[in-house]
C-alpha cells in the first residue's frame, strides 16, 4: 500500500507490504543472497538502475525494502536505509557526511557509543566534535564554526531525558546550510517526526520500540531527500552495513503494532513516574511526561506523548540506587530498551561506562542515574515491584 494518506496506525500495518503471486497477506522472507537475472542485459540494466529490482542482498531485497518503505512511510521521507544494528546506523550517517577537516556540533548526551565514535574514532580520521547542550539553542548556535558539516541529535537524549527544540536547531542549520540528524529512537515515528519538523535525516536503533520485542539488534536511517539518500545508500553498500531478510522480516511484523504498545507502555510510565515522583525515598525523575520536566512544554509541542522511558535518582545516590536495581522482580536488570518487557539499568556502569566520569558528569550522567524503561506488563504489577524494591533501600 503505497497511500500516505493514510493514518500512522493503517500504515504501520499495511505500508510497503509486497504483493506475490500467491496472495501472501504478509511480506515473504526472501532468505537469498543473490537474485538471477532473465539475460545479461537485464543484469547491466539492474546494475545500471540500482534500485530498479534486485541482484545481490547486501545492495537491497524485498524483505528488507518493504521494511525499509514502511519505516520511510512512517517517517514521512524520501527513502530508508535498514542497518545490521543501531550504531552501524549512526555510524553510516557520519562515514557518509564527514570528511577529514569537517566539524560536528553534537547532542552532550546522547547514546554513550555515539559519544565515543565521535570523540575517538572519528576524532582520529581528522573530524573534531563541540558536545554542547543542546536544549539551550544559544549554546547549539554558538558552537557552529565555518567547517561545521553536520548537527547531530537525540532527543529525549538518552539517558537524561533531556529535550532539545528539534525545529529550533533545524533553523541554525537551515540557515547555515548544515545537516540536521535526529536519532529519533527514544521516541518512534509514532510519537515525533522529525523530519517533519526540519530536520534532514532521521535515524533509530529500530532494536528498541520500531522491533519493540527485545529479540533483534536493527537500524535504519532515513533521508528527507534523494540528494541525501543516494550518498547514504551507496556508502551502505560499500561499508556492508545491511541487515539480513530474516531480521528485516522480523522487525516488520514487530512494526506492525508500533502505535498499540507505545500507547500502553506510555499510560504505564505516566502512572510510574507520578508514583515515583511522590516518593519520599526518591530524589528526581525526569520524564517528560511531568510538569516538573525542564522542557515540558517543548515536549508538548514536538511529541505527540511523553514516551515509555525515564530516568531517576534515589536519595541514596549509587548505594541506593544499586539496592533498587538488585531487589526488582518484574523489571529485568538490562540494557536496551523500548521492548514490551520492562527493563531497569544503571548508564554509569553499563550504557555509557566507556566515557570518562568527568564526561559523564558534564552530561549529566551521576553516578547514581537509575534508566527505567517501561514496558506492557500491568502498571499496577510494575508500581508494585518498585515499592517493594524502595523497601529495601
Ligand atoms: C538512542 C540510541 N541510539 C542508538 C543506539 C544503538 O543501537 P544498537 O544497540 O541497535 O546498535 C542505542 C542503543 O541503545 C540507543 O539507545
Same mark, same amino acid.
Given at each position: 500500500m503505497k497511500d500516505?494518506?493514510k493514518?500512522?496506525?493503517t500504515r504501520q500495518v499495511h505500508s510497503g507490504t509486497i504483493k506475490d503471486q500467491f496472495g501472501s497477506v504478509v511480506t515473504p522472507i526472501y532468505q537469498t543472497s543473490t537474485f538471477a537475472?532473465?539475460?545479461?542485459?537485464?543484469?547491466?540494466?539492474?546494475?545500471?538502475?540500482?534500485?530498479?529490482g534486485y541482484?545481490?542482498t547486501?545492495?537491497s531485497n524485498p524483505t528488507i525494502k518493504d521494511l525499509e518503505d514502511a519505516v520511510t512511510s512512517l517517517?514521512?521521507?524520501?527513502?530508508?536505509?535498514s542497518?545490521?544494528?543501531?550504531?552501524?546506523?549512526?555510524?553510516?550517517?557520519?562515514?557518509?557526511?564527514?570528511?577529514?577537516?569537517?566539524?560536528?556540533?553534537?547532542?552532550?548526551?546522547?547514546?554513550?557509543?555515539?559519544?565515543?565514535?565521535?570523540?575517538?574514532?572519528?576524532?582520529?580520521?581528522?573530524?573534531?566534535?563541540?558536545?554542547?547542550?543542546?536544549?539551550?539553542?544559544?549554546?547549539?548556535?554558538?558552537?557552529?564554526?565555518?567547517?561545521?558539516?553536520?548537527?547531530?541529535?537525540?532527543?529525549?537524549?538518552?539517558?537524561?531525558?533531556?529535550?532539545?527544540?528539534?525545529?529550533?536547531?533545524?533553523?541554525?542549520?537551515?540557515?547555515?546550510?548544515?545537516?540536521?540528524?535526529?536519532?529519533?529512537?527514544?521516541?518512534?515515528?509514532?510519537?515525533?517526526?522529525?523530519?517533519?519538523?526540519?530536520?534532514?535525516?532521521?535515524?533509530?536503533?529500530?532494536?528498541?520500540?520500531?522491533n519493540?520485542h527485545?529479540?533483534v539488534?536493527?537500524?535504519?536511517?532515513?533521508?528527507?531527500?534523494?540528494?541525501?539518500?543516494?550518498?547514504?545508500?551507496?556508502?551502505?553498500?560499500?561499508?556492508?552495513?545491511?541487515m539480513d531478510p530474516h531480521q528485516a522480516f522480523l522487525v516488520r511484523r514487530g512494526l506492525k503494532t508500533l502505535?498499540?504498545?507505545?500507547?500502553? /507502555?506510555?499510560?504505564?510510565? @505516566?502512572?510510574?513516574?507520578?508514583? !515515583?515522583? +511522590? $516518593? #519520599?525515598?526518591?530524589?528526581?525523575? %525526569?520524564?517528560?511526561?511531568?510538569?516538573?520536566?525542564?522542557?515540558?512544554?517543548?515536549?508538548?509541542?514536538?511529541?505527540?506523548?511523553?514516551?515509555?522511558?525515564?530516568?531517576?535518582?534515589?536519595?541514596?545516590?549509587?548505594?541506593?540506587?544499586?539496592?533498587?536495581?538488585?531487589?526488582?522482580?518484574?523489571? /529485568?536488570?538490562?540494557?536496551? @530498551?523500548?521492548?514490551?518487557?520492562? !527493563?531497569? +539499568? $544503571? #548508564?554509569?556502569?553499563?550504557?555509557? %561506562?566507556?566515557?570518562?566520569?568527568?564526561?559523564?558528569?558534564?552530561?549529566?550522567?551521576?553516578?547514581?542515574?537509575?534508566?527505567?524503561?517501561?514496558?506492557?506488563?500491568?502498571?499496577?504489577?510494575?508500581?508494585?515491584?518498585?515499592?517493594?524494591?524502595?523497601?529495601?533501600?
Amino acid at each position: 500500500m503505497k497511500d500516505d494518506s493514510k493514518s500512522i496506525e493503517t500504515r504501520q500495518v499495511h505500508s510497503g507490504t509486497i504483493k506475490d503471486q500467491f496472495g501472501s497477506v504478509v511480506t515473504p522472507i526472501y532468505q537469498t543472497s543473490t537474485f538471477a537475472f532473465e539475460n545479461v542485459d537485464d543484469g547491466a540494466y539492474k546494475f545500471k538502475h540500482k534500485g530498479e529490482g534486485y541482484f545481490y542482498t547486501r545492495v537491497s531485497n524485498p524483505t528488507i525494502k518493504d521494511l525499509e518503505d514502511a519505516v520511510t512511510s512512517l517517517e514521512e521521507g524520501y527513502g530508508g536505509i535498514s542497518t545490521s544494528s543501531g550504531m552501524s546506523a549512526v555510524n553510516l550517517v557520519f562515514w557518509t557526511f564527514l570528511r577529514p577537516g569537517d566539524h560536528v556540533v553534537c547532542g552532550d548526551s546522547v547514546y554513550g557509543p555515539t559519544l565515543s565514535v565521535l570523540s575517538t574514532f572519528f576524532k582520529e580520521f581528522g573530524i573534531e566534535t563541540s558536545f554542547v547542550d543542546a536544549t539551550q539553542l544559544a549554546e547549539v548556535q554558538s558552537a557552529i564554526r565555518e567547517n561545521t558539516k553536520l548537527i547531530y541529535i537525540e532527543t529525549p537524549a538518552n539517558p537524561t531525558m533531556a529535550i532539545t527544540d528539534i525545529e529550533g536547531v533545524a533553523r541554525i542549520a537551515g540557515q547555515q546550510n548544515i545537516l540536521l540528524a535526529v536519532d529519533n529512537t527514544f521516541c518512534s515515528p509514532y510519537l515525533q517526526k522529525p523530519l517533519r519538523l526540519g530536520a534532514d535525516i532521521v535515524l533509530h536503533s529500530m532494536t528498541k520500540f520500531i522491533n519493540g520485542h527485545a529479540d533483534v539488534v536493527s537500524g535504519i536511517v532515513i533521508a528527507k531527500e534523494r540528494s541525501i539518500f543516494g550518498p547514504l545508500m551507496a556508502k551502505k553498500n560499500l561499508l556492508g552495513l545491511n541487515m539480513d531478510p530474516h531480521q528485516a522480516f522480523l522487525v516488520r511484523r514487530g512494526l506492525k503494532t508500533l502505535s498499540v504498545r507505545v500507547e500502553r /507502555a506510555q499510560e504505564n510510565a @505516566l502512572k510510574i513516574a507520578q508514583f !515515583l515522583e +511522590q $516518593h #519520599p525515598k526518591i530524589d528526581k525523575v %525526569s520524564y517528560p511526561g511531568l510538569k516538573s520536566h525542564p522542557q515540558y512544554e517543548i515536549a508538548k509541542r514536538q511529541m505527540k506523548g511523553p514516551g515509555a522511558l525515564m530516568s531517576f535518582e534515589l536519595k541514596g545516590g549509587l548505594e541506593a540506587g544499586k539496592t533498587l536495581m538488585n531487589n526488582m522482580k518484574i523489571a /529485568a536488570l538490562a540494557v536496551s @530498551l523500548g521492548g514490551i518487557e520492562t !527493563l531497569i +539499568q $544503571h #548508564p554509569a556502569t553499563m550504557t555509557h %561506562s566507556g566515557l570518562p566520569r568527568q564526561q559523564r558528569l558534564y552530561s549529566g550522567i551521576t553516578d547514581g542515574l537509575v534508566r527505567y524503561s517501561v514496558g506492557i506488563e500491568g502498571a499496577n504489577d510494575l508500581i508494585e515491584d518498585l515499592a517493594n524494591a524502595l523497601e529495601k533501600v
